[in-house]
């Protein structure tokens, strides 16, 4: 396959391929950094939306205290690549193959904090870190309305808590919650900061997350940090959710119409294996930059349908069109690389290191 | 990352991972191939679906006629691999670059054939082919109802094939329709014979292609070959099209489960960087194969939640299951590598080494 090199103007890149827009990047990291100190919480973005080094030492650099990884393969990955020295790893980590690879990795940077949501998942990580002279630190994850994983009660919290400062090798060292989800989630730590105080249990790290809470974090004064990853790149669920314009989404998919089989149909070489199907709310699968009245109406696994009967312009074959997709965080798993580019020119090409770690 | 190991057993394989169970592929291939065979149709198998040259060569061992790739960058995969010497890529090449490499390509096997449904394309292959010693071979795409690429009529057909045959270094080849999709794709066929007939043009291949389209073979006397991906694998759309049975399903990706937040929820180490948000009719997101009763409801990045209301049976934290997915091709090209499990042993570690080719 054909590979990009840096300093070639955008216009020669093949088709289809993912650019970064790096002024839109770099503005996104400035300003939620500070919306979010501002706010008096730290930020810890969360990597699973670029899984690239490069940009995690960016957000280190822009005042992140650490860093969010979902999976032991994405922290090896950043552990080996020196970008910080403080990984919340947000997930359960099941079984003494994954435990043994978490204590490892602990051991190699300042603070490696991981949460759990159940005793199985506690006792795993107390006997994979006892006797490894430090305390592993775990949050208790709390499910406070999303319906994935957390305990279900304030009362539940508490118990992991107690059973995590009991068991050897592994210490209480906060709660997590994804996403921050009004009153809900209020609701829950309000009560859950009552119950802890009575029980004389200290809450070291209240831990909240999800882009769209960006909005909102003044109505969670308790919360002392905030996860968050999509906004580095933004898409079009950010811009429909109310968190990001257009001109903030730094993540644009690049196709080439390859048929014009009707005067209303468009055809472009990137379908589910770039895009993805990833609708949610949606009704569309990405938006077309210059062709805002076109509607990206479907995807082959190799093929993009684009309805153009509301659009005026109408691009011809052969013309390169670019796309902000709906849900930039699986668009990152889907390539080995990334173009950085400035300028209309590329700056950057990052291969996309965490891709693909499914373990 | 760890690495799986050929002849462990499957139970130590960590999760999540991508399982073939070669005792059903082997009898995907085999049956599929003497159901094209018996309507006397050639079978070119899709690679799009694996994505492994080995599979691939069984494929061809098995009496196929050649392989259809999707994208330039699979054929070269392919071509190094050296498992046929005859390819057809089924998609519209694009732009000098590209026309150069599909032109390199096609001097290093006995016949790679390629698609084209407009003028533009039709030129850009003639303008790359001519002064390279030998045609080639273009079949025309017609859209017979699926809307996505092809031309529209059969009389635009006709204008195209004889463009084929005027233009240097390409020659008309056939005709490339994809799904069959009766009774549309037979009316536009049965019109098409007559007018190519009346006007003195053979079509030396009339090629058509899906899988659910395995069931009405004997309806398209006149298609000469039959293109089809999903059928080596299997996944819950075949099932539900009613081409294939649970027992059909070859892929299995296996999950462990890492929270029961409630009675009714177990979350595994699946999510759509795995298993994808592909759905189309589908009201979950795969099928548990051991829990049929249960529900894979939703999918986050890296979480699978499952909604065990209906299901008496519930699987506990730690528990590995397996899962057939929605659709087998996109998994396909999520992963680095698959594990071929016979016996319950790993037979083979096959790296996926299409995956991602993006050009």
């Known amino acids: ?130 006797g490894h002279g430090r305390q592993l630190p775990v949050l208790i994850e709390c499910d406070t309305g999303f319906g994935r994983n957390g305990v279900q009660t304030p009362e539940a919290a508490l118990d992991l808590a107690r059973l995590a400062d009991r068991l050897p090798g592994v210490e209480f060292a906060g709660l ?70 257009w001109d903030d989404c730094a993540m644009h998919v690049r196709a080439t119409v390859v048929s014009r089989p009707t005067e209303d149909r468009a055809v472009i070489d990137a379908g589910s294996k770039m895009l993805t199907r990833e609708q949610y709310f949606l009704k569309d699968f990405g938006r077309l930059v210059d062709y805002p009245d076109a509607r990206l109406a479907n995807l082959s696994e190799e093929h993009g349908i684009i309805d153009l009967s509301a659009s005026a312009a109408k691009p011809e074959v052969g013309e390169v069109v670019s796309i902000v997709p709906n849900h930039c965080c699986v668009v990152s798993n889907m390539v080995d690389e990334v173009y950085g580019v400035r300028d209309g020119i590329v700056e950057t090409v990052w291969p996309v290191a965490a891709r693909g770690l499914m373990r």
Do not use: W
Request: net charge neutral; proline share 6%; hydrophobic share 40%.
């Open 176 to 245: 997590a919650v994804y996403p921050n989800n009004a009153p809900r989630t209020l609701d829950f730590f309000t009560r859950t900061l009552s119950l802890f105080e009575a029980a004389g249990m200290p809450i070291p790290t209240l831990s909240g997350g999800g882009s769209p809470a960006l909005k909102s974090l003044a109505d969670y004064p308790m919360m002392t940090e905030h996860r968050v990853g999509t906004y580095v790149y933004n898409d079009v669920m950010m811009v429909e959710s109310g968190v990001a314009t």
């Open 1 to 130: 396959m054909e590979k990009a090199q840096s300093r070639q103007p955008v216009t020669e890149l093949d088709t289809p391929c993912v650019t970064i827009l790096l002024d839109l990047m770099e503005n996104n990291i400035g300003r939620v950094q500070r919306l979010v100190s501002q706010s008096g919480k730290a930020l810890r973005p969360h990597i699973k939306t670029h899984k690239i080094p490069a940009i995690g030492a960016m957000q280190i650099a822009a005042g992140a205290i650490g860093l969010t990884c979902q999976k032991l393969g994405e922290a090896e990955i950043f552990i080996d690549a020196g970008v910080t020295d403080d990984i919340l790893i947000t997930f359960n980590i099941v079984g003494p193959r994954k435990t043994g690879r978490l204590i490892d990795l602990s051991e190699r940077i300042r603070r490696l904090a991981v949460v759990a949501d159940n005793e199985v998942v506690l006792r795993g990580l107390s006997d994979a870190a006892k």
